[in-house]
């Protein structure tokens, strides 16, 4: 392997280091907690799972975490009813509702319902907004994520040709925006692309955000090009489940300058982005200062 392993691993237990110091901080010079709520909507198995560890994370950092398990045939009365007393909570500076939601329940009705400050995913239309025209926003998480192991590896990114492949609101289109907000040249590829590989090979930085396993060959990649794999597909290899991202890591290693594993590559990085991201909404609220680093 020729290719520098950006270890998101790692990156993501410095970043919550930040975090825990700065909770610590705000507890003894101010004597604020802060609280993260996360509303679970049903039994999804894999939300189950991202809920714990997301509230496990939140506390070992010195936060609040404050859970709410709702049935799958919660109404959407109810669920509003519960933002909307998370909204007025002074002790919630955080609010992240799970998806997917059940059917029955309209997601964006849900999402655009959280106070944009607390909006810690940073999903509601104001961020999406406030994002696009390059103003103080609260960030996606997967996608912060993805910057800050870029800047840490390169310094700055301005003027370097990026592809982004995948338009989804929660991972590629924030992705392009925050690449286009440190000045670099960006593409955004999708499922209509013409001539994906002839794209990809002018990039120097390329963030695979599609859910379609090893779907990006080493061929694709620019010698010494910079490559983040967002994707996370459950595959069968030798009898076994195994996790692989959406870039074929044996080939694409051998043609980057750097690239992130899967697992252990951006998936850290995304609940590491939501405690900071609480952090950040805790210390606006507040109108205290800002831990450094921590937001886009
Ligand atoms: P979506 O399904 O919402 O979006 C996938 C995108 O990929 C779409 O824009 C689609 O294009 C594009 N696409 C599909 N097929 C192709 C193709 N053959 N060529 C080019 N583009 C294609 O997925 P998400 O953005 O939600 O997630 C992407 C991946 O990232 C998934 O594997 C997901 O599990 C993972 N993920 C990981 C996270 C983490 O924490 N590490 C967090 C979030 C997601 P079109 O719009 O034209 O259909």
Redesign the pocket.
């Known amino acids: 392997m020729a290719a520098t392993l950006i270890d998101g691993k790692a990156f993501a237990a410095k970043v919550r280091g930040q975090v825990a110091e700065h909770v610590a901080r705000l507890k003894e010079q101010n004597g604020i907690t802060p609280g993260l709520a996360v509303v679970l909507v049903g039994e999804d198995p894999a939300s189950q799972v991202y809920v714990r560890s997301k509230g496990k994370q939140t506390v070992e950092v010195g936060m609040n975490s404050y859970e709410h398990k709702l049935e799958a045939d919660t109404s959407e009365a109810d669920l509003l009813a519960l933002i909307d007393q998370l909204n007025n909570d002074p002790s919630v500076h955080g609010i992240l509702v799970q998806l997917p939601l059940p059917k029955h329940l309209d997601e964006d009705l849900v999402i655009n319902s959280i106070a944009p400050e607390k909006d810690v995913d940073g999903f509601h239309i104001s961020n999406v907004g406030l994002l696009g025209t390059g103003q103080k926003s609260m960030v996606p998480c ?1 996608p912060l994520g993805c910057l800050m192991m870029l800047r840490d590896h390169h310094g700055s990114l301005s003027g370097m040709d990026a592809v982004v ?4 609101n ?3 289109k924030p992705m392009a925006q925050l690449l286009l907000g440190d000045s670099c040249t960006v593409t955004i ?5 013409k001539d ?1 590989p002839d794209v990809v090979r002018r990039a120097d930085i390329v963030v695979a ?4 396993p090893e ?1 990006v060959p080493g061929d694709w990649i620019k010698e010494g090009a910079t490559v983040i794999d ?4 459950r595959i069968e290899r030798d009898g076994k489940n195994v996790l692989v991202g ?1 870039v074929d890591f044996a080939s694409a290693a051998e043609r980057a300058g750097a690239i992130t594993p899967v697992p252990g590559g ?2 850290p990085m ?1 609940i590491a982005c939501l405690l900071a991201n609480t952090v950040t909404a805790c210390c606006r609220a507040n109108n205290l200062a800002e831990p450094e680093g921590l937001t886009a």
Do not use: E, K, P, Y
């Open positions: 997967t492949i995948g338009r989804s929660i991972v590629g590829a999708h499922s209509r692309t994906l955000a599609v859910g379609r779907m967002v994707g996370i597909n959406d951006v998936g995304t």
